[in-house]
């Protein structure tokens, strides 16, 4: 029997990957995906975007601005958020920052503070991932929850109890892109 | 059909609890739309916190709403504290920090004005009076003395004669009650436009910019 990895990949759709940084994960850095992203552990630098959707689940944090189509938040944020096509912030969710999108839709028990730009023309596109290739340097990854991969497509070193580093690569699968803060 | 349940798009569920919210009908907030260009970009202050009703509201307008949730700030629960009028003026314009160049179309202060004593009153009016453009309209509700209940709740919007009301989380600051004519002098940035006394004693109130406000 094939062991998949606890958080590596995980498929939302027959034709879709969603890249998973796992509960656990620390990255000090930018984060760009070419597939949905979903993030569950902490992001501390200057954007995470994805040409698809982010998704910031209840033990997400993130300290960066957040660029996708869609972004969904029921952990923490802080940064401001562009969403080409919606944001929403779920019960669980909180948010501190600036939202621009053509639809933002707030759940009962959301905390939001900043502003909420609704107007269409100044929606912000999200700017297509950068080549995974070009990824200079392996990003600086702290472990907690034993879980070992950034993403789909990346390459870590480390036994899971300690600092570890991932190196990400491309390729023709949609993945990550970490750039060291 | 409140508009709160109804969903934006097929993959996410309207907000189930919002459908029991307590309602409150209002006469005088539909006038606040009634001579803005609502084709145009709004600008819109909303001082208590964002709701999902009133975010759904505003989702038809092409707008910015900055959600500045006063009610929540400790000064508020410490307005006693602050030393002098320039003090309480700049506190309020840390909170009231919006980018250069704005001007509001619509404040939404909801009772805020209630828990402002006089010094407050004017410290909040000098700090709003860069954002004060001769378009700008207030709603907001009065109390005019002591015997008055005021209920600590907050306000979103349903429809624009509707209102929800529902129970505030934080602690309610003491209410400080001002006639219209104390609140005409010491708004100096407002007139007031029209006032409707309700059932419970509060004074809904729909202030327009002063003559004197340059046109932003």
Same mark, same amino acid.
């Given at each position: 029997m094939q062991e998949s990895p606890p958080t590596a990949t995980r498929a939302s759709a027959p034709t879709t990957k969603t890249a998973v940084i796992g509960a656990g994960i620390e990255i000090a850095g930018d984060v760009s995906a070419s597939a949905d992203l979903s993030i569950n552990g902490k992001i501390s630098g200057s954007i995470v975007q994805s040409s698809h959707d982010v998704d910031i689940a209840e033990s997400g944090k993130v300290k960066a601005n957040i660029s996708a189509r869609v972004v969904k938040v029921a952990g923490e944020v802080e940064g401001n958020l562009a969403g080409s096509e919606k944001v929403f912030i779920s019960k669980t969710g909180r948010v501190q920052g600036n939202i621009v999108s053509p639809r933002v839709q707030l759940e009962d028990g959301a905390i939001f503070r900043g502003s909420i730009d609704m107007d269409p023309a100044k929606v912000v596109k999200p700017a297509a991932p950068a080549p995974a290739k070009k990824t200079t340097e392996s990003s600086r990854v702290a472990t907690s929850?034993?879980?070992?991969?950034?993403?789909?497509d990346s390459k870590a070193s480390g036994n899971g109890t300690g600092p570890m580093h991932a190196k990400v690569t491309g390729g023709k699968e949609p993945g990550l892109t970490l750039k060291s803060g | 059909m409140s508009t709160v349940a109804t969903q934006i798009d097929g993959d996410e569920p309207a907000s189930a609890p919002l459908r029991g919210l307590a309602q409150q009908p209002s006469k005088l907030f539909p006038s606040l739309f009634r001579s803005l260009a609502t084709d145009e970009r709004l600008t819109i202050l909303e001082v208590g916190s964002a709701l999902p009703e009133t975010v759904d509201f505003f989702s038809r307008y092409k707008c910015r709403i900055h959600f500045v949730d006063l009610f929540a700030e400790p000064l508020m629960q410490n307005l006693h504290r602050v030393s002098g009028p320039e003090e309480m003026r700049q506190e309020f314009e840390k909170l009231l920090?919006?980018? @250069?160049?704005t001007k509001l179309d619509i404040c939404l202060l909801w009772d805020f004005l209630c828990y402002l004593d006089d010094a407050a009153l004017r410290a909040f009016n000098n700090a709003l009076r860069p954002y004060v453009s001769r378009r700008t309209r207030v709603h907001g509700y009065g109390i005019h003395h002591l015997a008055i209940r005021l209920e600590n709740k907050q306000y979103g919007i349903l429809e624009e004669d509707t209102l929800s009301v529902r129970k505030r989380r934080v602690k309610q600051p003491k209410t400080h009650p001002h006639t219209q004519v104390e609140m005409r002098e010491m708004l100096s940035?407002? @007139?007031?436009e029209r006032g409707l006394l309700l059932p419970d004693g509060k004074l809904e109130l729909l202030l327009k910019a002063r003559n004197n406000i340059e046109n932003g």
């Open positions: 929850a034993g879980s070992s991969s950034a993403g789909p | 920090k919006f980018p @250069d160049g940035c407002f @007139d007031f």
